[in-house]
């Protein structure tokens, strides 16, 4: 049997109909927060557990975005397994799906469907561009949207191709949005004891990014510089041994770079004594500081600025499993996986300090519960034989 929590969203239960990642992380934030998470895999499985991985018997991409969650697989094209999720979502409070606008109508579990049999539930579909206009239909996908809104340009060097932002950063922003509305709707339901639809789409989340970008005087012309890059010395710059990232745009952390790499006489000169200056004059600037940061390594900069220069040398992400930060934060767990076996990886992205919610487990096999959970919500063992004898349960 599922074993209460002690989250915030304790009492919750989410059914997870949603791939890859947006909708399925979304989840994974409400399941850290306490809420009991039923992720529901077609036969063929969320397309994430294929996705090519160094690991032998699972997709590692799989493991890390559905962390916390039962397992349970069922044929929705199937009479059973429509009545199964049904028999689900009669007494669930939360259902995220991201299908296309036209499918859930076709499988019978529209919201309106939905809402005929449970008016409290919250009902979150997770699309590429809306569920309006004309691209409604069209499947998106992270590095789509980057390159549609603009994203991928604004990494390109001056004159550059247009350059991909690896990590699914719009999917993990999407996943957010998700967690995010779906317990702002639970909030509502609160006061007025009814349900909504939630929507969020990869369009939203790329755009919402760029919110600090995306604003377009009535006096201005279209294509203009958005005002985004510092210049000057903001960026990676190499050293000795690696590259450093360094942030120093205020006068304080500007003097405390120049005095800390030994260029002191540079906070005195008034063509570098603002960022817009030393933008301009970067062809002068970047070279002395190049040359200057050769003397130690990234991780020995790192050290000497301390806190008085904001910066950070280019790290691997492996190097977080033991970071002493991520440690001292308890942002990485053990995990046990029956196929996998032991593995590490990131536990909660929100800290309660009252209701902390419940130790993390690892994501599920497929349709390792299906029996139980389906059990729990009054099928027999006769019946559950006869569902999988039909394909509509696996």
């Known amino acids: 049997m599922h074993q209460p929590s002690s989250g915030p969203l304790a009492g919750i239960t989410v059914l997870d109909l949603s791939a890859y990642i947006a909708g399925p992380y979304g989840c994974s934030l409400l399941a850290d927060q306490g809420a009991r998470v039923i992720k529901i ?41 429509r009545d199964a999720l049904l028999a689900l979502v009669r007494e669930a409070d939360v259902l995220v799906h991201n299908f296309r606008p036209a499918v859930p109508a076709r499988l019978g579990i529209a919201y309106e469907d939905l809402k005929a049999i449970n008016p409290r539930l919250i009902y979150c579909n997770v699309t590429g561009y809306g569920s309006r206009g004309p691209l409604k239909d069209k499947a998106g996908y992270d590095q789509v949207l980057q390159t549609m809104t603009g994203m991928c340009a604004a990494q390109a060097s001056a004159g550059g191709a247009p350059e991909i932002l690896y990590g699914s950063v719009v999917d993990y922003y999407a996943a957010a ?65 690696g590259y450093l990232y360094i942030s120093a745009n205020t006068p304080h952390f500007w003097k405390a770079l120049c005095e800390l790499t030994g260029l002191g006489e540079l906070a005195l000169d008034e063509r570098f004594d603002s960022v817009r200056k030393r933008a301009e004059n970067k062809d002068l600037l970047i070279p002395q500081l190049h040359q200057a940061l050769q003397a130690r390594s990234a991780l020995g900069w790192e050290a000497h600025f301390g806190e008085a220069v904001p ?32 593995y590490r990886g990131f536990t909660r992205a929100v800290e309660f300090s009252r209701t902390p919610g419940p130790a993390p487990f690892a994501a599920p096999v497929f349709g390792a519960d299906s029996d139980q959970v389906l059990a729990e919500y009054g099928f027999s063992a006769e019946q559950l034989a006869a569902l999988r004898a039909q394909g509509a349960v696996l």
């Open 41 to 81: 895999e077609p036969p063929a499985g969320d397309n994430l557990r294929k996705y090519p991985s160094t690991l032998a018997s699972e997709s590692r991409a799989f493991l890390g975005v559905n962390r916390s969650k039962q397992g349970v697989a069922l044929d929705l094209k199937t009479p059973g397994g």
């Open 177 to 241: 949005m998700v967690a995010g509305g779906v317990s702002s709707a639970l909030y509502e339901r609160e006061r007025t004891g009814l349900g909504q639809e939630v929507g969020v789409s990869l369009l939203r989340s790329a755009l919402a990014m760029q919110s600090a970008r995306l604003v377009w005087a009535a006096s201005e012309p279209r294509a203009l510089d958005r005002d985004m890059r510092s210049g000057g010395i903001t960026g990676l710059h190499p050293t000795g041994e």
């Open 311 to 342: 910066c950070a040398a280019a790290r691997r992400v492996e190097d977080m499993f033991d970071f002493p930060q991520c440690q001292a934060e308890a942002l990485v767990t053990d995990y046990q996986h029956p196929v996998v076996g032991s």
